[in-house]
């Protein structure tokens, strides 16, 4: 069955440090992954996709098919980066299975 | 272009009542996806539809629930019955296209009391 687990429910980092937020999935065929964040009283939007292998916003995140992740990185956190990080896997069909999100705080 | 619209933003029901949810996509999109968040939960899909057509309900519970996407107007999640359980935040995307990027509502959120 289609998973995403991300572990961390909360992360704190202060600002200027390395962020990781962690997404592992589970998924038998060939999966696609995407980053949705939701900044405070905004829509949850996307943040990226690995199909693009784009940098948004200085993230990151790169699937590594072996381990089943898809963690999303920035090498130096802004205080602006704050917010609901949710990782999300298409399997092709209709919908995208979400993981329970990460909300990320950046300690000034 | 307005995004996608939610409506009510909060509703409040007594066990028992029925509840509507409604969701306007955003211009030119014909896909629409319904999810719920339970709290201390992820998004969990429900059901997919285009214009008149259901299209995978394979995450809406079996009774109680249902969704249609008329040809005019907007999508609208109805709950029958509603029970405590119901209680959660409904979130509605659209896109433009199949498996396209989501575009999501501010959701509905329903408490039944």
């Known amino acids: 069955a289609q998973r995403v687990t991300q572990p961390e429910k909360l992360l704190s980092v202060f600002k200027g440090a390395p962020v990781e937020l962690k997404c592992n999935y589970s998924y038998s065929g060939s999966p696609e992954l995407f980053w949705y964040v939701q900044y405070s009283r905004q829509r949850l939007q996307l943040l990226l996709r690995?199909?693009s292998r784009e940098s948004i916003k200085g993230f990151t995140a790169d699937l590594n098919k072996g381990e089943t992740s898809f963690h999303l990185k920035k090498p130096f956190a802004q205080e602006e980066d704050s917010a609901m990080y949710y990782c999300?896997?298409?399997?092709?069909?209709?919908?995208?299975?979400f993981g329970t999100g990460t909300r990320l705080t950046v300690i000034p | 272009n307005a995004g996608v619209m939610q409506n009510p933003r909060h509703l409040v029901r007594r066990r028992g009542q029925e509840a509507r949810l409604r969701c306007s996509p955003m211009?030119?999109?014909?896909?629409v996806y319904w999810y719920r968040q339970l709290p201390e939960e992820g998004l969990k899909f429900m059901v997919y539809l285009q214009k008149e057509n259901i299209i995978d309900e394979s995450g809406m519970p079996k009774e109680r629930f249902s969704a249609e996407f008329p040809k005019e107007g907007p999508s609208i999640l109805r709950i029958q019955q509603v029970v405590r359980g119901d209680s959660a935040a409904y979130f509605c995307?659209?896109?433009?296209?199949?498996?396209?990027?989501?575009?999501f509502g501010e959701g509905s959120r329903l408490t039944v009391l």
């Open positions: 995307a659209s896109s433009g296209q199949r498996n396209g990027e989501l575009f």
């Open positions: 999300a896997l298409g399997t092709g069909a209709n919908n995208l299975f």
């Open positions: 690995h199909i």
């Open positions: 211009k030119g999109h014909s896909h």
